[in-house]
């Protein structure tokens, strides 16, 4: 029978202590291997059906966050799937954002001059949401320090108030059980805390597609795509598929793999393990006399003061990240009890 650590075991095998899934997630051996296989079939000329492998991501995906398939879109940025909804909002639409969340997110909103930005801090996203606040752009887990946005607040202001909320859940698909079904709009990454390679990424929107107006839609966006390689698309897709980008195909070969790994494993269990990695850091960095950023139920630790210590760890074999002066580590499913102890050890010299 297997089990979590069985399963893990037969896909990862990380030469070092790898402590930056915030950066990268690693790549299971099934989506390498189909990666592989999907690369040899074109060079031989006899290319495999890798459309298939988006169509069975989108519903891994789609079952991951709770919603049906319909809803979800394939891409491969943030970024995009963040101006699609930028350049979907009325002249003089008020955006309220985080201060210092991730660019993808926030940027496209900015660009727009005609739009009314708002930055408060993280902690004041739910009370700053007011009459006439259009949209809210956050982040569910912000990546410099893996604060996580009071989601149920969030929800309730943007209910109060009518506003449309748009999540972005790069760093919290694959560790942090999302409902998608709560937000108008929800976009995630999927080669962090997802396993997947980079080139993947979707975007949920409500059953009534929000509103949206697909901008950058090409044939893959056609109700039939090999109906609508030439000239205007004549039929756009009923569904979120009208949303999606010219998947890239090798990409997304691996990605239904590794997103059906994730669902093997399972979420709250995942959640689990991750968190408990997560606070044996903490408890052990108060050993050593240092405080992380207050970032309590996240599996990304974030810690002031010791970003330039991270090229003396990579060269101990232990990679984590420098944001802004902080040293991030993040932990997932393929990391243990010594991968900290590890950590902590080092940090203690």
Request: with cysteine; charged share 20%; aromatic share 8%.
């Amino acid at each position: 029978m297997e089990t979590f650590e069985t399963l893990v075991r037969a896909e990862f095998a990380a030469k070092n202590t790898y402590l930056n899934t915030a950066s990268t997630g690693l790549l299971p051996a099934r989506a390498v291997d189909a990666m592989r296989a999907g690369v040899e079939s074109v060079a031989a000329g006899q290319p495999q059906d890798m459309f298939a492998d988006v169509e069975a991501a989108r519903a891994s995906f789609a079952r991951l966050v709770g919603v049906p398939d319909r809803r979800v879109a394939a891409g491969a940025s943030v970024a995009v799937y963040s101006g699609l909804i930028a350049a979907s909002l009325p002249e003089g639409a008020e955006v309220l954002t985080a201060e210092a969340d991730f660019t993808s997110v926030v940027n496209p909103f900015h660009v727009r001059s005609d739009l009314k930005v708002r930055t408060v801090p993280l902690e004041r996203i739910p009370e700053s949401v007011r009459p006439g606040t259009a949209l809210v752009a956050v982040s569910a887990a912000q990546s410099a320090d893996g604060r996580i946005v009071d989601l149920p607040a969030l929800r309730e202001a943007a209910r109060e108030h009518g506003a449309r909320t748009y999540l972005d859940a790069s760093q919290a698909t694959g560790w942090l059980p999302i409902e998608a079904d709560a937000y108008d709009y929800v976009s995630s990454v999927a080669f962090k805390w997802l396993v997947c390679p980079r080139g993947v990424a979707f975007l949920v929107v409500p059953e009534d597609l929000g509103g949206l107006n697909p901008i950058f839609a090409g044939w893959i966006a056609g109700e039939h795509p090999w109906d609508s390689c030439y000239g205007p698309v004549e039929e756009l897709a009923h569904s979120a598929r009208r949303f999606d980008e010219s998947p890239s195909l090798f990409s997304y070969a691996g990605a239904r793999h590794s997103l059906e790994l994730i669902e093997e494993l399972g979420v709250d269990a995942v959640h689990a393990h991750d968190l408990a990695l997560a606070d044996r850091f903490r408890a052990g960095l108060a050993g050593l006399g240092q405080e992380p950023v207050p970032a309590p139920g996240s599996a990304i630790v974030s810690v002031p003061g010791l970003g330039h210590r991270q090229p003396e760890l990579s060269r101990a074999g232990i990679e984590v990240s420098d944001r802004a002066g902080n040293l991030r580590a993040a932990f997932h499913l393929y990391n243990t009890a010594a991968d900290v102890d590890r950590l902590l050890d080092v940090l203690s010299g």
